[in-house]
């Protein structure tokens, strides 16, 4: 698998910022010991149980026997151990060394009910140690630290499990990449073990605002590869953040936030790792808008659920607007929108009557999930045709948004988690999206006509393939022998090079610069990356390709190598013969 932080190409860190000397990453936390706690609150058994054996066993020792020639004795120090061992133990085999004494009988029957009850004393205690919320957090806490440490595949550090989270770790699962969570909330971290994931999942419950639970989650771990701060408190965050920044300056980390003041000290520490879902929202809403192929095209691209090209809705721009939304997110809103040319009014979503009859769009933006749904089936009530936006914070109630029929619903952890996995795990895709963002409408009707043509209409699927010798080895020793390789004979069918693959190269990143939509004549060169959508099987074959000189070979030239020493022999034999005879 290769190292995430090479496809980071457009991660830059601040270099006015040296550091003299390295800093050690604190992994103390304040969790008692395993050990120590059992040994601590099992003291007073222990001290109970070795005291009462001791007492029975010197007692048993004092107590006249008689042998079996009727002549006394009194046991040894190992006969009186050993018979009060079998007895502790409830083994009881028989009385040794000889049949016992009534004054030794006596007394072993007292010993009996004395050890009987200190080792129930000390068994109760030891269960209620196992139980203890304290005692189980230790454990898990030394497990935790066991996984991390053990663990010998590149892994990012999720900082906070909730919906986006979740959602970004479920799909870093279904690429193979591991994890480890931190959160605040016991169910959220019991959550990761009960979810269907392919590999175990280090979680621990802390505060990711602490650098040394960080510390413990593998900040300091040389396959730390990124850190992703997903909590729901900004505050948070900007520590995650801070922390990263400041103790590992190497390692990527990306955080969402939603505050612009806290927004603009994460800036300082993380100029090109934050996500904010209101601007974000504002973003894509304007391009909806103004640019609504380009935004059907990313829509299309970054996995929507209905899996087929979302239609596209034109008119919305000749025409009144209005905003229901929170002053100071509405504000915001409404001089983005007016400063794009759109006519826009700002209602409070306290008013009982909504003015929407002339309107053509209307958006529903307040911090309430439930006010936005009853606010937008309002508006829907008082004009039909009038196109519905509607903001949510989570998607607990996309059952609802489903049933009423929004025309455009913007979630929150979705938007997070979508734009979070495009950047960390495939940044080429991330930079085809924000080029989408400039270009006009007749470049992305060009585009998606193209890739409908090549992928068919559902929803294409998509990966990046890195022309090393890791990723693609047969590739890499073509080139390498000074053969040539385009583009359009990568998505050649390995079977049949006349027909192609149900495949389109949407990038080509060559030595960082990005070249959108490359021409099938584009010779590839060693460490390319190219990124390629189109139908899974496709995809499949391609990376099939890369393993195999023979495909390759077969894709750009035309000549059928053979895979065997006899079947190359005879091919070799053939050529010789049809050379000869041809006529110079």
């Known amino acids: 698998m290769p190292n995430a932080l090479h496809l980071l190409t457009f991660w830059t860190r601040r270099p006015n910022k040296p550091r003299p000397k390295p800093i050690r990453v604190p992994t103390t936390v304040e969790t008692t010991e395993v050990i120590f706690l059992f040994m601590r609150r099992m003291r007073a058994p222990f001290i109970v149980v070795i005291a009462t054996f001791s007492v029975c066993t010197t007692g048993l020792m004092l107590m006249p026997g008689v042998d079996a020639q009727g002549n006394p004795y009194r046991l040894t120090v190992f006969d009186a151990f050993y018979q009060m061992t079998i007895t502790l133990t409830t083994v009881g085999y028989s009385e040794v060394p000889h049949a016992f004494s009534y004054p030794q009988r006596m007394w072993l029957s007292m010993s009996i009910y004395l050890v009987v009850i200190s080792w129930a004393f000390a068994i109760g205690v030891f269960f209620s140690v196992i139980n203890d919320t304290a005692f189980q957090d230790a454990i898990a806490a030394q497990r935790f630290r066991r996984q991390v440490r053990r663990m010998i595949e590149p892994f990012v550090i999720i900082a906070g499990y909730g919906q986006a989270g979740r959602?970004?770790?479920?799909?870093?699962?279904?690429?193979?990449?591991?994890?480890?969570?931190?959160?605040?909330?016991?169910?959220?971290?019991?959550?990761?073990?009960?979810?269907?994931?392919?590999?175990?999942?280090?979680?621990?419950?802390?505060?990711?605002?602490?650098?040394?639970?960080?510390?413990?989650?593998?900040?300091?771990?040389?396959?730390?590869?990124?850190v992703l701060a997903l909590t729901n408190d900004d505050d948070a965050n900007l520590a995650v953040v801070m922390t990263v920044a400041l103790l590992r300056?190497?390692?990527?980390?990306?955080?969402?936030?939603?505050?612009?003041?806290?927004?603009?000290?994460?800036?300082?520490?993380?100029?090109?790792?934050?996500?904010?879902?209101?601007?974000?929202?504002g973003d894509y809403l304007a391009l909806s808008i103004h640019r609504p192929v380009n935004h059907q095209l990313l829509r299309w691209l970054m996995d929507n659920e209905e899996d087929q090209l979302p239609p596209v809705r034109r008119g919305l721009t000749t025409g009144r607007w209005v905003v229901c939304a929170d002053p100071e997110f509405g504000d915001e809103l409404v001089r983005d929108l007016t400063a794009s040319g759109l006519t826009v009014d700002l209602v409070d979503p306290a008013d009982d009557e909504l003015d929407v009859a002339d309107?053509?769009?209307?958006?529903?933006?307040?911090?309430?999930?439930?006010?936005?749904?009853?606010?937008?089936?309002?508006?829907?009530?008082?004009?039909?045709?009038?196109?519905?936006?509607?903001?949510?914070?989570?998607?607990?109630?996309?059952?609802?948004?489903?049933?009423l029929q929004i025309d455009s619903v913007y979630i929150a952890p979705e938007l997070v988690a979508r734009e979070v996995l495009a950047r960390t795990l495939t940044p080429v895709f991330w930079s085809f999206v924000e080029h989408?963002?400039?270009?006009?409408?007749?470049?992305?009707?060009?585009?998606?006509?193209?890739?409908?043509?090549?992928?068919?209409?559902?929803t294409p699927s998509r990966?990046?393939?890195?022309?090393?010798?890791?990723?693609?080895?047969?590739?890499?020793?073509?080139?390498?022998?000074?053969?040539?390789?385009?583009l359009?004979?990568?998505?050649?069918?390995?079977?049949?090079?006349?027909?192609?693959?149900?495949?389109?190269?949407?990038?080509?990143?060559?030595?960082?610069?990005?070249?959108?939509?490359?021409?099938?004549?584009?010779?590839?060169?060693?460490?390319?990356?190219?990124?390629?959508?189109?139908?899974?099987?496709?995809?499949?074959?391609?990376?099939?390709?890369?393993?195999?000189?023979?495909?390759?070979?077969?894709?750009?030239t035309g000549r059928d190598v053979p895979l065997t020493w006899v079947w190359a022999r005879l091919t070799a034999r053939r050529r010789r013969r049809a050379g000869a005879a041809r006529p110079h």
């Open 249 to 281: 300056p190497e390692v990527p980390v990306f955080t969402r936030c939603s505050d612009p003041k806290i927004q603009a000290r994460i800036e300082r520490f993380s100029p090109a790792g934050i996500i904010n879902p209101a601007d974000r929202f």
């Open 359 to 403: 309107a053509i769009g209307f958006i529903a933006g307040t911090s309430s999930d439930t006010t936005n749904i009853a606010v937008a089936e309002q508006a829907r009530l008082a004009n039909t045709d009038v196109y519905l936006v509607v903001r949510q914070q989570t998607n607990a109630k996309k059952a609802l948004l489903d049933a």
């Open 167 to 226: 959602a970004v770790g479920a799909e870093l699962d279904e690429h193979g990449r591991r994890f480890v969570v931190i959160d605040k909330q016991e169910s959220r971290v019991a959550s990761v073990i009960s979810a269907q994931l392919s590999s175990d999942v280090p979680a621990i419950e802390g505060d990711c605002a602490s650098p040394p639970v960080l510390g413990v989650a593998g900040l300091a771990h040389r396959d730390c590869e990124g």
């Open 488 to 556: 359009g004979d990568l998505i050649r069918r390995p079977d049949d090079r006349e027909l192609r693959l149900p495949l389109a190269a949407l990038v080509l990143m060559r030595d960082g610069a990005s070249t959108f939509m490359p021409d099938p004549d584009t010779t590839l060169a060693l460490d390319d990356q190219v990124l390629l959508v189109g139908k899974p099987e496709g995809l499949s074959q391609v990376r099939e390709v890369c393993n195999y000189p023979a495909t390759v070979e077969y894709l750009a």
């Open 463 to 486: 990966d990046v393939l890195v022309l090393s010798a890791e990723q693609a080895p047969a590739i890499t020793d073509w080139l390498r022998r000074g053969e040539t390789l385009t």
């Open 436 to 458: 989408v963002f400039g270009r006009d409408e007749a470049w992305a009707i060009g585009v998606r006509d193209h890739l409908q043509k090549s992928c068919g209409r559902r």
